[in-house]
């Protein structure tokens, strides 16, 4: 980067930081700290629809509202029952019955944030089935939240043909229990907001930090000094007189480890010289070979890769480029520039902090020339890049009823998971039920049977395989209570699948892979 | 007054409980016994009283939910004012209540949206209530940031328990929240694990060693500290710094920034600065909405035996798909609030009072800021009244070990802890 660049983008950076926030992010100050201006940007522009406006439709739209998610539209032919009055908080008590229930909602949601547009559709699911592609191909994600199961089928198909749809959620709930899923193509992610720490070289000195620990003649330093090296330049040191003793080899034993240890304890002058303590705590950075982490190899061999065209997404680009770049010398990542805090005076921290600033910068541009031209990338997405390569993410989803289809999946299932499979059948089979003709009715419940709910979840799993144990129970609970919406769980369901809607949107954390499943009897969540 | 009109329960109309009802109609397989479908809900929405503390983040929430499940009589303690910050998750607060009673204005939000609901707030401290007022509560829900309030009403609720008056027992639900990271427990006074017990798995605040602020500064943090901590006092003097000050931040912001440039250090911001001066924790909707959720679930199922409640511990990562935990947190025998067996604690024979003093504070499962010790026979150091602190000053030089035979006892106060801590001292 240029120096002129740099000081460009200092006086920016100033002119942001400089002056007390303004009422916007002071309103934001405490979700901006988890996923920035970047994430925040993310989320105003999405607009999602969100497919009734049961409980927990509301549940999950407040939580996305607040937050300042652009739009939202909520479908719904629904009008305000007596039971919708009782257990939605986004309606008026009995003021809103009679009225139509997308409406209210709407306006009701509205009041949480002014920044954020409301929409009220009050068609029904099968007008907007019947639209077809052209109506949902608008939104950024699409929620849907006990829809019957003959009608998700047709949207989940919809979405599912198309690699560029909108991801869909399917929530389903009834009483205690509750599953959700997100089907979705392709989803990447730069920044995973992993604890894992980059690799700091020290067992592949770059030349600058190798040519400084060299001209730095510890025994030379006055006691103050010795005291506050960094334990970066003592374990690069320590290593160095290490390998001229050993044919060039890193400790390779637990001996030999241990033996290392002692001789960078050795290099103290005093006892509690504290940035020595530090180096022998981090004495296996110094032997631990930095290699590109399996996780991020693995992704070197994603399809997206071998098709790779000026149309494809920047990440695929840069993910090449990544793989070009650990390709040669000294075969690893390009290196971080952020330096954890150690022990130190603040001219060797900030001398060791420039060091390895200059040399990120070096290979950053090194990685740049291995980006094709045919694409043009922003550099704040490729500073990102490069920051977070230790952590890169694809995750390859899968269509909503995949799970359902995939006799060896559920088969495992029945002995690996059978508490989640337990719900997840449970509520498939209501769901399935609730759509067969004729409905029975006992004035306005759904009566489900465990028989009848056992018979349609056996007819859900392959040939000859057996419920889990756990059913009977699960199913015990759902025959009680089929169509309660519980504001608790509406509520805790409201905050899971929000929270894994912002993961999709700002492609920030990770979100689930797989069918969530809630139990609320016994407190717990699970994956399936 | 809205709370007449709406305190009366004709406000319910056919139909409002026709989703909770599913419930309280009939047990499910894992119910117990005890249950009486059909005759929990006279229990649950006429004579169930219950506290909610905190009407912030998880307060808010909880209310809503404790609403809509049915509970009529809550009432909510908060001594805060609405902040523009809060606006991003506190979704009972507008705009316009910037700067008005957490506790007021949620309660009476609360009041006009579900009628027939009665909330009664207490814009103030916990600290000023007494027994009398614990004791008319069937249940304490707390969503709560401050760990010195939980341990204070955990204390107070441990010490109302009477064994001969059940009513005394009163179940504590706890939330806590942290960016995507949350937990929920349930505690029954004396009977399962309580706060204290746990507190050695709080996380750790990061605290930057004093020599560090003055001498070697890294971090921008460091000189956020250096002028909050060493700057503001040799500046302003006796003037007490106010967080929530823009001018006062801006102060600040402006000293550390000027302190690294000088060192070379980039990255002092107005947000950082705010941020380390306030130790502002990150806080969304959705995990509080999870974490409240939790919490009412139990208060629910506590109020209408309608399913087991939570034994005894529920714990959330957010961050890499949806991890959570649940389990039986374990009593402690000797945990000073509901324990009995004192703690035995080991130092060497050459340890001072102020050195032990300072391990009180540091060591994870006790955490007393100003605590005060003595013997049964003395006083060995009290913090107050002035007259007294300054006569046992003089010990704080001593060493423990000829003040404290081996195996004696010491007890240890603090003004803000409703509870003693006894230590065993051993010496090794
Ligand atoms: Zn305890």
Redesign the pocket.
């Known amino acids: 980067m240029s120096q002129e660049t740099q000081d460009i983008e200092t006086a920016t950076t100033a002119m942001t930081s400089e002056a007390p926030p303004d009422s916007r992010t002071r309103r934001y100050d405490r979700q901006l700290r988890l996923w920035a201006a970047t994430g925040q940007a993310a989320l105003e522009s999405a607009h999602l629809l969100v497919l009734s406006s049961t409980a927990t439709s509301t549940s999950i739209l407040k939580n996305l509202v607040l937050p300042g998610v652009g739009t939202f539209t909520v479908l719904d032919d629904a009008i305000v029952t007596p039971a919708d009055a009782g257990n939605n908080f986004f309606l008026e008590g009995p003021d809103s019955i009679g009225k139509p229930r997308a409406q209210e909602a709407v306006r009701l949601l509205g009041e949480l944030n002014e920044g954020v547009q409301g929409h009220a559709d009050v068609k029904s699911v099968e007008q907007l089935l019947t639209a077809g592609k052209g109506e949902l191909f608008k939104y950024t994600l699409v929620i849907a939240h006990n829809l019957p199961r003959s009608q998700l089928e047709r949207l989940s198909q919809l979405l599912w043909e198309d690699e560029d749809a909108p991801s869909l959620v399917v929530v389903r709930s009834a009483g205690f229990l509750a599953e959700f899923f997100i089907q979705q193509h392709e989803h990447t992610i730069i920044e995973s907001h992993s604890e894992t720490a980059p690799s700091l070289r020290i067992d592949k000195p770059f030349p600058a930090l190798l040519q400084y620990t060299q001209s730095l003649d510890l025994d030379a330093l006055d006691p103050t000094d010795h005291g506050h090296v960094p334990y970066v330049i003592l374990l690069v040191s320590a290593m160095e007189r290490w390998k001229k003793e050993h044919n060039g080899l890193v400790p390779q034993s637990y001996p030999e480890k241990k033996a290392f240890k002692e001789l960078v304890s050795s290099m103290k002058r005093k006892l509690d010289e504290e940035n020595f303590e530090e180096a022998e705590a981090q004495a296996y950075r110094s032997w631990t070979e930095t290699k590109v982490p399996s996780e991020v190899a693995e992704l070197f061999s994603d399809p997206k890769l071998q098709n790779l065209n000026a149309s494809s997404p920047p990440f695929f680009h840069l993910l090449a480029a990544l793989k070009a770049f650990t390709a040669h010398p000294p075969y690893t990542l390009p290196l971080t520039s952020t330096l954890p805090d150690m022990k130190a005076s603040t001219d060797a921290y900030i001398g060791l902090q420039k060091l390895y600033k200059d040399q990120a910068e070096l290979e950053k541009g090194t990685f740049k020339s291995y980006i094709s031209p045919e694409v043009q990338i922003g550099d704040d997405i490729i500073d990102s890049f490069v920051k977070n390569a230790h952590a890169l993410k694809v995750i390859r989803g899968s269509s909503w009823n995949s799970i359902d289809k995939d006799a060896t999946a559920l088969a495992n299932a029945v002995t690996a998971s059978p508490k989640q499979l337990a719900i997840h059948l449970a509520l498939s089979a209501a769901s399935s039920l609730a759509s067969k003709t004729p409905i029975p009715l006992q004035g306005e419940i759904l009566v489900l049977t465990i028989e009848a709910l056992t018979q349609e979840a056996q007819s859900l799993l392959p040939p000859e395989t057996e419920l889990p144990e756990e059913f009977e129970d699960t199913a015990g609970e759902i025959a009680r209570s089929p169509t309660a919406d519980l504001p608790n769980t509406a509520a805790l369901l409201g905050g899971l699948v929000a929270q894994e809607v912002i993961k999709m949107i700002t492609k920030q954390y990770i979100p689930i892979s797989g069918v969530c499943t809630v139990d609320l009897i016994e407190t717990w969540t699970g994956i399936l | 007054m809205a709370t007449l009109v709406n305190g009366s329960a004709t406000a319910d109309w056919p139909g409002r409980y026709f989703h909770i009802d599913q419930i309280l109609d009939k047990p499910g397989p894992r119910t117990d016994p005890g249950f009486a479908a059909g005759a929990e809900a006279p229990f649950l929405r006429d004579q169930a009283k219950i506290l909610v503390i905190g009407a912030g983040g998880l307060g808010c929430e909880i209310l809503a939910n404790l609403a809509l499940t049915g509970f009529k009589h809550i009432h909510v303690i908060d001594m805060d004012t609405i902040d523009i910050s809060n606006l991003n998750r506190q979704f009972l607060f507008r705009s316009k209540d910037v700067g008005k009673s957490k506790a007021i204005v949620a309660a009476d939000f609360i009041m006009q949206r579900v009628p027939g609901v009665e909330v009664t707030p207490y814009f103030g401290k916990i600290q000023d209530k007494g027994d009398d007022y614990y004791m008319q509560f069937n249940l304490v829900i707390c969503g709560l940031d401050s760990v010195e309030a939980r341990r204070w009403i955990n204390a107070t609720l441990v010490n109302l328990v009477d064994p001969e008056n059940p009513e005394s027992l009163k179940p504590l639900i706890d939330g806590g929240t942290e960016g995507f990271k949350g937990q929920a427990r349930v505690i029954l006074p004396t009977i399962t ?2 706060y ?2 746990s507190l050695d798995m709080l996380n750790k605040q990061t605290a930057f060693p004093i020599c560090t602020i003055a001498n070697t500064p890294r971090l921008p943090e460091h000189c956020i500290e250096w002028a909050s901590v060493l700057e503001w006092p040799r500046v302003h003097g006796d003037k007490k710094m106010d967080t929530d000050d823009p001018e006062h931040i801006s102060w600040l912001y402006k000293t550390a920034a000027s302190r690294a440039k000088e060192f070379n250090i980039e990255g002092v911001t107005w947000s950082l600065t705010q941020g380390v001066v306030k130790n502002i924790i990150p806080a969304i909707a959705s995990t509080n909405a999870i974490i409240a959720a939790a919490c009412c679930n139990e208060a629910f199922k506590i109020a209408t035996s309608s399913a087991a409640y939570l034994n005894n511990y529920f714990m959330l990562i957010g961050t890499d798909g949806i991890y959570s935990y649940t389990f039986e947190h374990e ?2 025998a000797d ?1 000073p ?3 009995g067996e004192s703690l035995d604690f080991p130092i060497s024979m050459e340890v001072t009072v102020e050195e032990l003093i300072d391990m009180l504070i540091e060591k994870q499962d006790i955490q007393i800021k100003k605590p005060s010790l003595s013997t049964p026979t003395r006083q060995i150091y009290l913090q107050a009244p002035p007259q007294l602190e300054q006569a046992t000053r003089p010990n704080l030089e001593k060493k423990v070990s000829e003040l404290v035979p081996g195996g004696g006892e010491v007890t240890v106060t603090a003004s803000t802890l409703p509870f003693s801590l006894s230590l065993n001292i051993i010496y090794n």
């Open positions: 694990s309580c204290e017990c009593k402690r945990c609030v509901c324990g």
